[in-house]
């Protein structure tokens, strides 16, 4: 793998997770679908909210459309 130099612009983790550099971009990618459900994190622990999407996988929940 290449040394990642540049990471990928991922404007709502970016602002709120400033230390998020031990996260591999696809990763950063999951956290990103997660943010978008309404999921909040508390430093690396994830706290789910009341979702029926929540239970799914993330690759499911990526296929779908994010409205």
Do not use: C
């Amino acid at each position: 793998m290449q040394s990642t130099t540049k990471k990928p612009q991922i404007r709502p983790l970016s602002r709120l997770h400033p230390s998020n550099s031990w996260l591999l971009p696809e990763q950063r990618q999951d956290l990103d679908i997660l943010h978008k459900y309404k999921k909040r994190w508390f430093g690396k622990r994830l706290v789910k909210q009341k979702n029926i999407e929540a239970n799914q996988p993330i690759r499911q929940r990526q296929a779908r459309p994010i409205i």
